[in-house]
Each structure stands twice: as C-alpha cells, then as structure tokens.
C-alpha cells in the first residue's frame, strides 16, 4: 500500500496514523509533522507508541540491510 491516497479505503484512523509514523520514520525521522505527533499521541498510550517506534524502527533496518546486502552479496 504505498499510495497513502488509497488508505482511507482500506484503513482506519489508527492504522493510518501507524502508517504514516511508519513512512516518516523511514525518511527524516528528526523532524516528525507536528499534526502527525498530535495524532498519534490522541490515539496510542505511550507503552503504545514506544512499541510502535521500536517495530518501525526494527522494519526499516531489516530493509536497509537487505538490500545492502542484496547489493554486495548477491542475489
């Protein structure tokens, strides 16, 4: 689902917001939207958010290393 257009036909509220905390903090993560903050502190506890930070986080590793690796190891 890369077309966040698309999002509010599949996803609800808080799904969207995981997605969008997940697309930013793949890009630069040291200036978050403000609106982005505000919502997903509405919407999620902070045991919640430090869950979803650390499983976000985790993902965009897995994916750097693997096409790192991809490139310099091989298919």
């Given amino acids: ?4 257009d698309t999002w ?3 996803f609800d509220d808080r799904r969207r917001s995981v997605l969008r905390l997940a697309d930013a903090a793949c890009g630069d ?4 939207d403000s609106d982005l903050v505000a919502d997903l502190r509405a ?3 902070e045991v919640e958010l430090a869950e979803l ?4 986080g985790q993902a965009n590793l897995n994916n ?3 096409n790192a690796a991809k490139q310099l190891l091989g298919p």
């Fill in 1 to 4: 689902m890369d077309r966040p």
């Fill in 8 to 10: 509010p036909e599949v």
């Fill in 29 to 32: 993560s040291h200036s978050l």
């Fill in 43 to 45: 919407q999620f506890t």
């Fill in 53 to 56: 930070i650390l499983v976000a």
């Fill in 64 to 66: 750097r290393a693997g």
